[in-house]
């Protein structure tokens, strides 16, 4: 079984620029989230689909990210523009349900360092 | 402060030691999980227990909820260095308003 993909691995990117993340979940699992990981803390939800619906996005800062999940599957998480706090790990991860009651598949996440 | 936090924040044993890390949070919850984190292998999921259990063994993995005082544990028997990592607890608290929390982690260091 393929796990979860995300691209691009590492990211470089000056303030104020924008930057997209893919992510394309576990085959047939209806859950998506998206997480950002500080250096030291543990994973804060961002944003959460069921199919291609939102769930949850109360910690979304969404006057700078936004998140789609188009035709239920894959996802894309957008930053514009970018702020020298957003530098984290970005993982994505997929679940057969949810919310929280099955567990989390997750990607080796997107590294992104702002300058 | 969190609604999963675990303690110890760092803990270094020796290979063949038992390691414990406990997990406290502050609202009624559906189910508590726990991740292992390193660098090979990322965020792995371990185990998942739901408010109505009180136990749960995956190998050498061995988790406890107490819902009263609202803290979980994992021990791990018999730790190899394979164990070193960042050691979760998350929380599903969605029927009481609150979404999926992971903890700060505990860093787990096993030594040869």
């Known amino acids: 079984e393929a796990g979860v993909a995300q691209s691009p691995r590492y990211k470089i990117i000056e303030k104020r620029q924008s930057v997209a993340f893919w992510c394309n979940p576990i085959?047939?699992?209806?859950?998506l989230y998206w997480y950002q990981q500080i250096l030291g803390q543990g994973p804060k939800l961002l944003i959460q689909?069921?199919?291609?619906?939102?769930?949850?996005d109360s910690q979304l800062p969404k006057d700078r990210f936004s998140a789609e999940r188009l035709k239920g599957v894959d996802s894309t998480l957008k930053i514009q523009p970018a702020k020298l706090e957003d530098s984290a790990v970005y993982l994505c991860a997929s679940s057969l349900g949810g919310p929280g009651a099955y567990e989390q598949y997750f990607g080796p996440g997107t590294r992104l360092t702002v300058t | 402060s969190q609604q999963g936090e675990e303690d110890p924040q760092a803990l270094s044993i020796q290979e063949g030691e038992n390691a414990t890390m406990n997990c406290s949070y502050k609202t009624s919850i559906n189910n508590l999980q726990w991740y292992r984190q390193n660098s090979g292998r990322g965020l792995v999921h371990l185990i998942l227990?739901?408010?109505?259990?009180r136990e749960k063994h995956s190998g050498r993995l061995r988790v406890t909820l107490d819902t009263s005082k609202k803290s979980s544990s994992l021990l791990i028997t018999a730790s190899r260095a394979a164990d070193t990592a960042s050691y979760f607890c998350a929380t599903d608290a969605w029927n009481y308003g609150q979404n999926f929390v992971f903890g700060p982690g505990t860093r787990l260091s096993v030594l040869p």
């Open positions: 227990i739901r408010s109505n259990e």
């Open positions: 085959s047939g699992h209806a859950t």
């Open positions: 689909f069921q199919n291609n619906g939102v769930v949850d």
